[in-house]
């Protein structure tokens, strides 16, 4: 990754956390807050390097885990799981659709829950944990389908990520 393309990056990154973590909990109830470092991950795993990108899915994760108050490493598993995923399967695929990667955006959407329900209810006991859960599974998958086609609009979204 060139100086140009990380600098991008984590300016990227930062903003997505100020947005995600101080401006829509302010304007938006919970359940309809979309999770923006889920949509930079599955774009890194389309379209980037296994080398930078299996790192950068879990540091996203752990951004996730620490600005959301979770356990400690819970997204970055998931993360990390979602991105191999994904990167085992898209050599396979038209990495550029826009589609495509709406579509990975809501499945890894359904795959983080999945996961995230199956190590809570493995690791803690929470009683209520599932119930709370799976009442915002519909409108978080919905926003962050929605999220991800808005990215897809924008002009550097049919552009590679270079690896130099």
Do not use: H
Not at 75 to 100: E, H, M, P
Not at 102 to 113: H, I, K, P, S
């Amino acid at each position: 990754m060139s100086r140009r393309t990380a600098l991008l990056f984590f300016c990227l990154v930062l903003a997505s956390i100020v947005i995600q973590m101080a401006l829509l909990p302010v304007f938006v109830r919970p359940p309809f807050k979309p999770d923006l470092l889920l949509v930079i991950m599955v774009f890194i795993a389309l379209r980037g390097s296994f080398e930078a990108g299996a790192p950068l899915a879990w540091l996203l994760g752990m951004l996730n885990d620490v600005c959301s108050g979770l356990y400690l490493g819970l997204n970055a598993a998931t993360f990390l799981i979602s991105f191999l995923v994904i990167k085992s399967v898209s050599s396979r695929l038209y990495a550029d659709s826009a589609i495509l990667f709406v579509l990975t955006v809501a499945g890894v959407t359904l795959a983080g829950f999945t996961l995230n329900l199956l190590l809570l209810v493995m690791f803690t006991a929470s009683p209520g944990i599932a119930y709370s859960m799976f009442s915002d599974l519909f409108p978080r998958l919905l926003v962050n389908a929605f999220a991800a086609s808005i990215v897809t609009v924008f002009s550097g979204f049919d552009c590679q990520v270079t690896s130099s």
